[in-house]
């Protein structure tokens, strides 16, 4: 995490301003609000006014005290005609600089789904406050573990978490509809007003900019980034969590081939490799199978010899501590799904589908597939209860709406894949709901524009 902090820095613009705007947890008196309109008061509904409720907050660092700027608030975005259509909920983290100061990086984040609040990365990553479920176990019940996180970005950067339309705080306003917001160019519109609007209230315009987004999220800060700076917000950095930027991945034989060093890994963990050899040594070796022979025998198709296909699942075997006659049974194609109630069955256990190390047990033992996720069975409850009582009780936010972690109901098979690009509408492959996510540790940081 610290790594990803320095990295920041480094790529942070050295530009400087001689008499910077106002910056931090007080808006730009300049960008003026408008009153909200009258609502029926028996109905919950967002308010078009914007709204920021900011409190001073501190917490132990590395051996020294950070102090800042919490501020839970919403934005209102409009559409090219002024009307105004979402007010999207965030929570930023920000640390005054000095007048003739250079300017502080500050990074958008935001969560995947599509249709994930930011609850996850806010609450469970790089936010100054998190959740403690860094074992995996199941979370006790309340009162939940909420402490300090020694891996936030905010002495490097500030910080804004963003939540997508229809999530968290966030909602359609005016004559919105909430499926004018379920879709590719749809969702990179809404983002991208939000951000250039938050650049706007608090002044930020000539400070570094980065965003980070997870899962889906990955997909979204790869397209935003083009269309903020088609809109003339100019990027420092994207750092990419979870990075799912070809969905072909996650299909046919390619996925196959990209799954089994996970696999590998997993049967490591779980005590199903003999000897247990090095961990980053033996996951070599199942990705050279992988990519070598493995990939060769599945390109083969009809015409692997069943000489081969026995071969290849006694290696498969080997690596991903399955037998050689359930990989044949399966051609040697094990799916994610099919691999998480396989691999432990002889003990009635399936393993996590984000964080493999979690486990759990299922009624029927003779099942395909999983019917639950071990690891979001045990750490929700935990995330929500503990993200409701950090901003309704300690921050002290006042809102008539209650937070929803995710909409993946609401948005159900209703997202627009296609989007438009170059003058041209093009698809994206299709993007299941199982691929819906909290974070995980895997992350890279590339330049905008790659």
Same mark, same amino acid.
């Given at each position: ?159 804004? !978490? @963003?939540?997508?339309?229809?999530? +968290?705080?966030? /909602?359609?306003? %005016? ?7 379920? =879709? $590719? ?24 900019? !980065? @965003?980070?987004?997870?899962?889906? +999220?990955?997909? /979204?800060?790869? %397209? ?7 809109? =003339? $917000? ?24 990209? !799954? ?191």
């Amino acid at each position: 995490m610290r790594s990803i902090a320095l990295a920041l820095a480094l790529l942070a613009a050295p530009a400087l301003a001689a008499d910077p705007p106002t910056a931090g947890d007080t808006p730009n008196p300049s960008a003026k609000t408008e009153a909200a309109p009258k609502v029926d008061p028996d109905v919950a509904a967002a308010s078009v006014k914007e709204d920021a409720q900011p409190r001073k907050r501190s917490i132990p660092f590395h051996g020294r005290t950070l102090t800042y700027t919490a501020t839970p608030g919403t934005l209102t975005i409009r559409n090219d005609d002024g009307a105004p259509t979402a007010s999207i909920f965030y929570t930023a983290y920000t640390i005054d600089t000095a007048r003739g100061a250079r300017p502080r990086p500050v990074t958008f984040l935001f969560n995947g789904g599509p249709g994930s609040s930011t609850m996850w990365l806010h609450m469970g990553s790089f936010g100054p406050m998190k959740v403690d479920a860094s074992l995996p176990e199941m979370e006790r019940p309340a009162p939940f573990r909420l402490a300090p996180n020694p891996d936030t970005l905010l002495d490097e950067t500030d910080l804004v !978490f @963003i939540d997508a339309p229809t999530t +968290g705080l966030s /909602r359609p306003l %005016g004559k919105a509809e909430p499926k004018d917001f379920f =879709g $590719v160019d749809k969702d990179l519109d809404a983002f991208s007003r939000a951000i250039q609007r938050y650049l706007t209230l608090y002044g930020r315009w000539n400070s570094p900019k !980065f @965003i980070i987004g997870e899962s889906y +999220g990955t997909t /979204r800060a790869a %397209g935003l980034s083009n269309m903020l700076a088609d809109r =003339g $917000v100019q990027l420092n950095g994207i750092v990419l969590v979870s990075t799912v930027l070809n969905f072909a991945d996650f299909s046919g034989d390619q996925a196959a081939i990209n !799954f089994l060093p996970t696999y590998a890994a997993d049967a490591w963990y779980h005590g199903k490799i003999a000897d247990k050899p090095d961990l980053m040594t033996f996951v070599g070796q199942a990705r050279e199978f992988a990519r070598g022979p493995y990939a060769s025998a599945l390109q083969k198709g009809g015409a692997l010899s069943e000489a081969e296909k026995a071969s290849t699942a006694q290696q498969m075997a080997h690596l991903t501590g399955l037998s050689s006659e359930y990989i044949l049974r399966s051609n040697l194609r094990v799916s994610p799904d099919r691999f998480r109630r396989e691999l432990l069955r002889d003990r009635r256990q399936i393993i996590g589908r984000i964080d493999s190390r979690y486990v759990g047990t299922e009624a029927d033992a003779a099942g395909e597939g999983t019917s639950y996720d071990p690891q979001a069975s045990s750490i929700s409850g935990a995330f929500v209860g503990a993200l409701n009582d950090y901003l309704f009780r300690d921050l002290g936010y006042k809102t008539v709406l209650s937070y929803r972690p995710n909409n993946y109901a609401g948005i159900g098979n209703d997202w627009d894949l296609k989007r438009r690009s170059s003058g041209r509408i093009t698809r994206s492959a299709t993007w299941r709901s199982s691929h819906r996510s909290p974070p995980t540790s895997a992350m890279s940081i590339i330049p905008p524009g790659t």
